[in-house]
């Protein structure tokens, strides 16, 4: 797995990473290495100096050039490559030692691609803070092979130094916020290259895991547990759920790190240990090296061999053949190389399945998910063929603050179609009350029979829904405004003018609300969708559509919290309002509250094309006149101006923010 953390001071940084207090004085000369353009363009290559490094560290390049603020000047950013457990014990404890240069290999590739892609520096502008693309890091990479445990623990710490050279040729502070978002891709793509290289090297590989690590074929959960000690101190000391707790329990079972006294005798507990285990690595090692190298196998061995191979270009061929009608796989491409072909089919599948949950998604998320379907491709071919969707306009990318994201054709055209079916609906009925007469009347009927007095946007909304002469309207309230309570008194006026009122929402707990909230009788979308599938798929059917009509027509149907409705639901619940012909279907919602299950969302695309709005604003549950405030403020996106109205009731600290917060509820009295 890959972690980052900032590396805290520079103060000893270099002996820390650097000292051969990590594995035997023949990995001395491996140690340190110099990796990235950045590190180029300051004559720096080979085995890391020292020296060289810590000044690096502290902000000194090698001219004697500064960089950043002296004594405020962040040090860099560790980024920690760790191979999953059975890896490192075969070749820690096996011995094969092309497991440690392939997986240096699929680092440093990582690494490349991410100085391309995640290299950043800050240019103020006329008093504005811009962030541009440098493509260039300075990075020290050195390799470790032990745990806190003394256990065989593969990692490779990559130093990324906080200095970057612009296009200007001036050399600046890094910005890091990319490599923190990027860290489980660039884990993916690193195992993705690795599995690549170990099945080469004639291992088989285990099911692909969360992020895109496998561990090695014949390895059990108890072998991996037998070498993983200090995996089982951080989750006995786990004291709650979550990644907090799981950084406390690391912090607080983590013992200093001891220099190994004696590589060999350290090597002879490691085998003996796998051998208790019931590992036969020796075997393992052979196995795959055999298979590595044909030449070198036995006449004996090769019948076995050769139905090996078979097989598993059986099953590659299974795994990879791809749809001949998958619009997103051309026949073409099912004629080149296995990695191209398999990265067509990840990146098919990733697409389809981000397209589950969200109508547009940034193309960093594309990447890792065609990753770590666990095919045999790499970040290149899976790029290329994201970038050949996007010349055939199978994917769109997005602009302006969306630039980085990609849709899909199909996604795009629903979105299309809902915003045709909403527009179709416009000036389409005719007005249930008079504007005037809507507003009155529903502020009597809710304070004499409900005992609520309307505010403003209450009384808009309720005028919206009673007046309109829009099928398809919206009300946007934020949370607590008020919703449904308005619908108590628009239900009534419109039970009295004779128009049934149909209520939906997305789950049977939120129709039961909706029911007990507004006392509208309800069901779940869900339901009435099926109910209605025959004339949905065959829209031209004049019988079906009648009873549409008969069982619709001329009602008011309210969706509650429309924002969790998915673009495919809201297109065919428009579109059965069209066909049903129902006097007014209402989306009640917050499109900033809730998103939808599946993907898209369509309550907030509406809003953005201009459908018949009413906005509900005011927050009816804050009791506090300064909460209300920062309520609106955070409601509106202006952030300063919220936490200036609770700057009474707030503690501002330059230390740990969670520690600080734990002490004062801890110092709270027990009594209330």
Do not use: C
Request: glycine fraction near 8%; charged fraction near 20%; aromatic fraction near 4%.
């Amino acid at each position: 797995m890959l972690s980052v953390a900032n590396v805290r001071s520079a103060s000893g940084a270099a002996s820390y990473f650097a000292a051969d207090n990590y594995y035997a004085s023949a990995d001395a000369d491996r140690s340190g290495q110099w990796v990235g353009s950045g590190a180029a363009a300051l004559g720096l290559s080979g085995e890391v100096d020292a020296v060289v490094f810590d000044k690096l560290l502290k902000g000194e390049l090698p001219d004697g050039t500064r960089v950043g603020h002296e004594n405020q000047h962040r040090a860099g950013t560790d980024l920690t490559f760790s191979l999953p457990k059975s890896w490192s014990v075969l070749a820690l404890v096996g011995g094969d030692k092309r497991i440690i240069e392939a997986y240096r290999e699929a680092v440093i590739e990582t690494l490349r691609w991410a100085e391309k892609n995640a290299a950043e520096t800050r240019l103020v502008e006329s008093g504005k803070v811009r962030t541009v693309q440098t493509g260039n890091l300075t990075v020290a990479l050195f390799q470790h092979d032990t745990n806190r445990n003394q256990e065989p623990n593969l990692h490779f710490h990559a130093v990324v130094a906080n200095a970057t050279k612009g296009a200007d040729g001036k050399w600046r502070t890094l910005k890091n916020d990319r490599l923190w978002s990027l860290n489980t891709l660039l884990n993916s793509m690193t195992m993705a290259r690795f599995r690549l290289s170990v099945e080469k090297l004639g291992y088989a590989v285990g099911p692909v895991g969360k992020h895109g690590n496998f561990e090695a074929a014949g390895f059990t959960r108890e072998h991996v547990m037998a070498f993983s000690t200090r995996r089982q101190q951080v989750l006995d000391a786990r004291r709650g759920p979550g990644l907090e707790a799981g950084k406390i329990a690391a912090l607080d079972t983590r013992s200093a790190k001891q220099a190994v006294a004696d590589r060999g005798a350290l090597l002879s507990s490691w085998q003996d240990h796998a051998q208790a285990a019931g590992l036969a690595l020796p075997a393992m090692v052979e196995q795959a090296q055999t298979i590595a190298n044909p030449a070198s196998r036995t006449p004996a061995s090769g019948t076995s061999l050769i139905e090996r191979g078979k097989a598993w270009l059986r099953d590659f061929a299974e795994r990879i053949k791809g749809n001949p009608a998958d619009p997103l796989i051309p026949a073409h491409v099912l004629k080149q190389d296995r990695e191209t072909i398999a990265a067509a089919q990840a990146t098919a599948s990733a697409v389809r399945h981000l397209s589950q949950r969200e109508a547009a998604f940034p193309r960093e998320a594309l990447y890792k998910a065609a990753l770590d379907f666990g095919l045999p491709t790499t970040i290149a071919a899976v790029e290329t063929r994201v970038n050949a969707l996007v010349r055939s306009g199978d994917l769109v990318p997005g602009s302006g603050e969306h630039k980085g994201w990609l849709t899909s054709r199909d996604a795009l055209a629903s979105e299309h179609r809902i915003l045709a079916a909403v527009e179709a609906g416009r000036d389409a009925v005719a007005p249930i009350l008079d504007s005037n007469e809507a507003g009155a009347r529903v502020k009597a009927v809710a304070a004499i029979n409900h005992g609520i007095d309307l505010n403003a946007g209450q009384e808009t909304a309720a005028r919206l829904i009673l007046s309109s002469t829009h099928r398809t309207i919206a009300i946007q309230g934020v949370a607590g405004a008020g919703k449904s309570s308005v619908m108590k008194p628009v239900a009534q006026i419109l039970g009295e003018e004779g128009k049934e009122i149909i209520g939906l929402a997305v789950q049977n707990t939120l129709v039961q609300m909706l029911e007990r909230d507004t006392g509208i009788t309800s069901m779940t979308l869900a339901r009435l969708l099926k109910s209605w599938a025959p004339l949905l798929e065959d829209p031209g059917n004049a019988g079906l559509q009648a009873e549409a009509k008969e069982a619709l027509g001329d009602r008011v149907l309210v969706l509650d919290e429309a924002s969790m409705v998915s673009n495919h639901d809201k297109e065919r619940l428009v579109t059965l309002g069209n066909l049903a012909g129902v006097r007014r279907l209402v989306l009640v919602g917050d499109a900033r509250q809730l998103g939808a299950v599946d993907a898209g969302k369509p309550f907030d695309l509406v809003q953005k094309a201009g459908i018949a709005r009413a906005d509900m604003t005011t927050n009816l549950r804050g009791r506090d006149p300064q909460l209300r405030l920062a309520q609106a403020a955070a409601q509106s996106g202006d952030v300063h101006t919220a936490l200036g109205h609770l700057e009474g009731s707030t503690i501002e600290t330059a230390g740990d923010s969670a520690l600080v917060a734990a002490e004062q509820w801890l110092a709270l009295p027990a009594e209330p």
